[in-house]
């Protein structure tokens, strides 16, 4: 069973107000819900129609009628569960981190934080006006890696501020094969549609750039790019 | 003015039966349009809110609620075209070839198209039960990439029975930063949920992986996978 109240919260976490407000946030189907289940972040309440669950502190069994009320899918999976929205850990910035430029796809960014899970990388920061990493969507596209990856919004200045190695992905740079890239620097990308922002193509000198083998094609797409690089830095460093 | 008849011919046109009965597909958006209008693939008409489209032929100025019936977006932007869908070419297969086993996700494959395009890659083979890539949620996001890479659709023993260079990403094969890549070879990938399938595993005895740096994550998207597939490739055979 599943109260009135209940819905209303649930529905009112699609707004990151909400979700703020809560400290909560939504994850569905069994795939993400079971990677958060066996990570660090809390579990508020979990709702499902399987039995699996049932074992499991603070879940209700419901029917379907009622995950289809609250499932933000049109083929409910399962489970819908609220978590508790953990606070950000301190960054590393002896290792390499992902800076965003006013990210705004929650697609994109869920697979870049998918990405940054599989090469390891431990920090993204984000500037202030990108997409709020507990959109249910960056949720959905993360895969679970959410749980893995420290996720931070802050001014970028208090980045330029810091005297830390800095290297941009931008149309014209250096190309990322002959770039000699270090065990820490922080590496910035712009957003899907402007690029990089007045601010950070000014502050960040070193720029970098993957070869493209046409001409006819402008941008490729952001977490195309995050991918390649990632890959071309973890390769070098571990060579080093 | 737009008359029934042509909003009943767009609507079906969200349907593979009916673009290929029509041998139409629908472009939105000026960024795509008007690369689709540079590009050697036939305009059949082009629907649209703004005065910059009515020098061309076969356009037809409509106003915005007009628009809106016929557009896939929220927020219809400002043009809407059908255009005739190409013949395939024939495949090249003296060059690097990608192979796409059972593709689903339309979004993946229109980032998989323009991923292509960037790298040079002139032609993708795609298992006959792979996503339509004319399907409107492609060509959207290929970004106008489909009318410069060629696509087609064909059973893989096709491919098996012809000697070539075959090679598939998957969980447990070669560090791809330590494979020897060659100038020809047809480079498979598995599906979004399941991976290759049987008798992709059976017939490709090469297989590359890209090296993860953690445990806890078991696949990277499809896109991702490509994209540094491909920059891996390019690196090596430029360097040849």
Redesign the interface.
């Known amino acids: 069973m599943i109260t009135k109240n209940q819905i209303k919260l649930i529905k009112s976490l699609s707004l990151k107000k909400n979700r703020d407000k809560h400290n909560l946030f939504i994850a569905e189907g069994p795939k993400i819900v079971d990677e958060l289940l066996k990570s660090e972040i809390t579990l508020k309440t979990l709702y499902s129609t399987s039995e699996n669950y049932t074992s499991i502190n603070r879940s209700v069994l419901i029917n379907s009628m009622e995950l289809k009320k609250i499932s933000n899918f049109k083929s409910p999976n399962n489970v819908l569960a609220l978590f508790e929205i953990p606070n950000a850990k301190k960054i590393d910035f002896k290792s390499n981190i992902i800076a965003l430029d006013e990210i705004k796809d929650p697609?994109n960014f869920g697979?870049i934080i998918?990405?940054c899970?599989?090469?390891?990388i431990k920090d993204i920061i984000c500037s202030e006006n990108s997409v709020d990493c507990y959109n249910p969507k960056v949720i959905q596209?993360s895969m679970?890696?959410i749980s893995?990856v420290n996720i931070s919004y802050m001014s970028f200045d208090d980045v330029f501020s810091k005297n830390l190695n800095l290297v941009a992905s931008d149309i014209k740079g250096t190309n990322i094969?002959e770039y000699k890239f270090n065990k820490n620097q922080v590496i910035f990308f712009g957003n899907e549609s402007n690029g990089l922002s007045p601010k950070v193509l000014s502050e960040v000198r070193n720029k970098i750039t993957?070869?493209?083998?046409?001409e006819?094609?402008e941008s490729?797409?952001l977490?195309?790019s995050v991918?390649?690089v990632l890959?071309?830095i973890?390769?070098k460093i571990?060579e080093m």
Chains 1, 2 share one sequence.
């Not at 993957?210 to 046409?214: E, G, K, L, S």
């Open positions: 697609g697979t998918r990405l899970d599989w090469f390891g596209s679970g890696s893995r094969n993957i070869p493209r083998y046409t006819k094609i490729l797409n977490a195309s991918s390649i890959s071309e973890k390769k571990t």
